[in-house]
């Protein structure tokens, strides 16, 4: 029996197409997927985000567990400031990818959905060894999160919200009240455009979406399912837990430097990974493109040539590009080419090799 | 729920087919096009080739899915709906009639799919919690 989120009422009233993520009953579309997609890019949309996993991080060593357990710089990141990043195993590969959010008492830790249970246990287990005197709690069912995001979002959010949101600066966070309710609110995101996530007790989570539909309505603001946010994060060049990077793929061969420091000391898994990167990463991650047509899918084989040389990690039709595109994991070899074919359904497409992201959005 | 025609015969898979003479119209049903969303790519057959009942001979891509689609009948391919190729919009918006897919001279035995008629196809979507 999958389970719903404490929003399924206010998705089943909008008429959302409900789909089975991992075992979480979710509204995959409620318009369309192209349609959802160009909303957000145009104007802004609403995100059930309750089926993900956030633990809170405690006590007088709190800090000293992240750094240890976090693959990215931690020490010198400010409070009230966000980090992308992975709690890695000890050979170095990635038990989930994660958000971190350095408060003042506390540590936020956006986790997966996937990740429920599994990444508390190893969090505690590893402050067990580590001696470390902090308290590790999963607070995934007690607190709603919902994204916002979009060019719109800060003007449906600021006629709710007692923080002057202009301060809030990307990957920044602050607590604020929100509709009267102490609220967690980050310039976070997974879309590529500019937007909030915003975590609060559940108990409130259906008075909080329908007050932020009431003030977007007339910005045009709609809610948003699971398949428009796969291919938003995917334009954007964002990785997903379980396709780009996974148990088997680390965050080097999937190209997320950025989420790791191999100078860290003392940190899980950095020494094994920093040992494997010497020689430069056995397969690489790469974006592709072809005019529309077939859809390239996770799993589909890539060649080059005769030669399978790797296989599609996330794939899809960008309505924003007008292109299909797909990220993939070649190898290292195969890097180079101008032009890798994709084998879609027993027939070979070639696609171009093209720069990451797909989609930026422009700054102001 | 949707009115479909009751001139043709449906399948458990989403297909219909009209079946005019020696020569059965085959398409995808309100149902199953409903279902796939956004469609993005229809692989048609090629004319002249043979297919039996339950045979995939056609594939049809949204953004969400590929869903084959069977030929209801025995024959050979006689016409496809090249127009789809270009623009899949007749399907998603017509699929009792613009949205045809192709066109089979019925051939062999005779044989075909369980067909069913619209109240039938109706009857299996809600067994199955989709009407």
Known sequence: MARRTALHPQHAAARARFVDFHGWEMPVQYRGILEETRTVRERGGLFDLCHMGRLVVEGPDREALVDHVFSAAFRNLKHGRAKYGFLLDERGYPIDDVLVYRDTERVHVVINATGRGKDLEWVQRRARALGADASVREVSDEQAMIALQGRISEHVLQPLCGADLSQVRYYGFTTAPVCGLETLLARTGYTGEDGFELFFPVAHAGRVWEALEDSGRSLGLEPIGLGARDLLRLEAGMPLYGQEVSPEIDPLEAGLDFGVDLSKQGTVGIAALAARARGGPARRALSLSAAGGRVPRPGYPVFLGERRVGVVTSGGMSPTIGRAIARVLVEREAAQAPRLDVEMRGQRFPMDVVPSPFYQRPRA | ?131
């Open chain 2, 1 to 131: 729920m949707p009115d479909r025609p009751d001139d043709r015969k449906y399948t458990k898979t989403h297909e219909w087919v009209l079946i005019d003479g020696g020569t059965a119209t085959v398409g995808l049903t309100d149902f199953a096009v409903e279902h796939l969303g956004d469609l993005v790519f229809v692989q048609l057959p090629e004319v002249g080739r043979e297919v039996s009942p339950g045979e995939s001979v056609c594939e049809v891509e949204s953004v969400k899915a590929v869903g084959d689609v069977y030929s209801p009948v025995a024959g050979e391919v006689v016409e496809v709906n090249e127009a789809l190729s270009s623009d899949q919009s007749p399907l998603a918006q017509d699929p009792f009639g613009a949205g045809w897919l192709f066109k089979v001279r019925l051939g062999g035995d005779g044989a075909t799919s369980t067909l069913l008629d619209a109240a039938g196809y109706a009857a299996a979507l809600a067994t199955e919690g989709q009407g």
